[in-house]
């Protein structure tokens, strides 16, 4: 049985950080490009950063520079490092496996396309 269980999550002043972790089980792990996704109160799901098999990275232009996408392929952990939070980052944080993608072609396909396994989320919720 296939399962991401995200963690990590909270309540943290603007400037903050948080790390948010991914276990993965039931599955071959380091065959699949990892993601992390985020949906706000009222908006669309949206990709964060992932990180392919290569542990290439690719990161949205809202979080570069602040947030670090990392892996333990003997863990089976995906990893989202969160410095320097603001009050916009607030939102449910939701890992994801696609398959036979790259990091790059990841973040620039629409949420829903090609993901095989979604976790169930974990809300961080950044105060000012």
């Known amino acids: 049985q296939v399962q991401l269980v995200e963690s990590g999550g909270g309540s943290v002043q603007a400037g903050g950080s948080l790390r948010l972790s991914c276990a993965a089980s039931?599955?071959?792990?380091?065959?699949?490009?990892m993601g992390w996704f985020r949906q706000a109160p009222g908006k669309e799901r949206e990709g964060v950063a992932a990180?392919?098999?290569?542990?290439?990275?690719s990161y949205a232009d809202s979080v570069k520079g602040r947030f670090t996408i990392s892996q333990d392929n003997a863990k089976n952990t995906l990893y989202l490092q969160m410095n320097s939070l603001k009050p916009e980052d607030t939102a449910m944080y939701y890992c994801?496996?696609?398959?036979?993608?790259?990091?790059?072609?990841?973040?620039?396909?629409?949420?829903?396309?090609?993901?095989?396994?979604w976790g169930k989320g974990t809300l961080v919720t950044i105060s000012s």
């Open positions: 039931g599955y071959t792990y380091s065959s699949y490009c």
């Open positions: 990180i392919d098999s290569d542990g290439s990275t």
């Open positions: 994801a496996a696609r398959r036979s993608m790259t990091a790059i072609q990841a973040l620039g396909a629409p949420y829903y396309y090609g993901v095989d396994y």
